[in-house]
């Protein structure tokens, strides 16, 4: 159930940024100010992407109702996108994950709200190739928050680890633009990583950007090889920087203590 309205952040959360976009620009030029329907995340009920109808309640519920429709509109036949029960599946599985690895508590429930907002993440950045600051930014202050409340002690691992983890990023940036002229990623990229190294301390940055350069290198090259159209076109990074920060979430202390023992530290 909470997948499902993690969909509807997916979907509806692009849109009203780039209509906040086009509203300001336009201000900014001196145009007529565009009149649109209300649209935001509670308004307008789910509808088909295809014909515009309304999605009835018992075809909107979560798995279930993309199975009973075969992923097809009832009144257009129009395709939907797997997306919807994917999400709504990765939902449920974090939340079982989470339980099974943390038990049923506060803390828990604070990094079960940490994987979601992950999950929301990678899947706007794969969509869109955006990382929107109303999510990113939160998480980081959220991370903080987690620290001050649960494990004190690491809260200046933290601290350093949210300023580090942007830095790092920014630099690899600029380092980059300078040698080739060209942008590698987006200030979207840099957010996140502050946002995990707020959560997980300043140590873990290695191991993230390990894992994600890793995963990012295997799965592009995968995915360029079995869909012809994306070689040579931009490939988001926030999905291996959200995958990473989900492994070290669930399954950090034995994940660090394995690196540790590799670099002989």
């Not at 997948?3 to 001196?30: D, K, Y």
């Not at 309640?57 to 029960?85: E, F, M």
């Not at 190739?129 to 987690?146: E, S, V």
């Not at 291996?240 to 530290?265: K, R």
Request: proline letters at 6%.
């Amino acid at each position: 159930m909470v997948g499902s309205f993690l969909n509807v952040v997916i979907t509806r959360l692009p849109v009203m940024m780039m209509r906040q976009w086009r509203a300001e620009a336009r201000e900014a030029l001196e145009l007529e100010t565009e009149v649109n329907p209300r649209f935001n995340l509670l308004v307008p009920a789910s509808r088909c992407p295809g014909c515009d109808t309304l999605i009835h309640w018992h075809d909107n519920i979560p798995v279930l109702g993309w199975l009973k429709r075969r992923g097809r509109c009832a009144s257009c036949n129009t395709h939907i996108s797997p997306q919807y029960p994917l999400v709504e599946l990765a939902g449920g599985t974090l939340a079982v994950a989470i339980t099974l690895i943390y038990g049923l508590d506060m803390q828990s429930l604070w990094i079960f709200g940490a994987c979601l907002t992950l999950l929301v993440l990678s899947v706007i950045d794969f969509r869109t190739q955006l990382l929107p600051d109303a999510i990113t930014l939160p998480l980081l202050w959220a991370g903080l928050a987690y620290q001050l409340m649960f494990q004190p002690l690491m809260l200046s691992s933290a601290v350093v680890g949210a300023m580090a983890g942007y830095l790092v990023l920014w630099s690899f940036y600029w380092l980059f633009k300078l040698i080739t002229g060209k942008e590698g990623m987006g200030y979207g990229d840099f957010k996140l990583l502050g946002a995990l190294g707020a959560w997980l301390g300043w140590q873990w940055l290695p191991l993230l950007l390990i894992l994600s350069a890793g995963l990012g290198a295997v799965l592009g090259i995968l995915l360029q090889l079995m869909v012809p159209r994306l070689r040579g076109a931009p490939m988001p990074f926030g999905p291996y920087l959200a995958v990473a920060g989900w492994i070290a979430l669930l399954f950090g202390t034995p994940l660090m203590s394995l690196y540790l023992s590799v670099i002989g530290a």
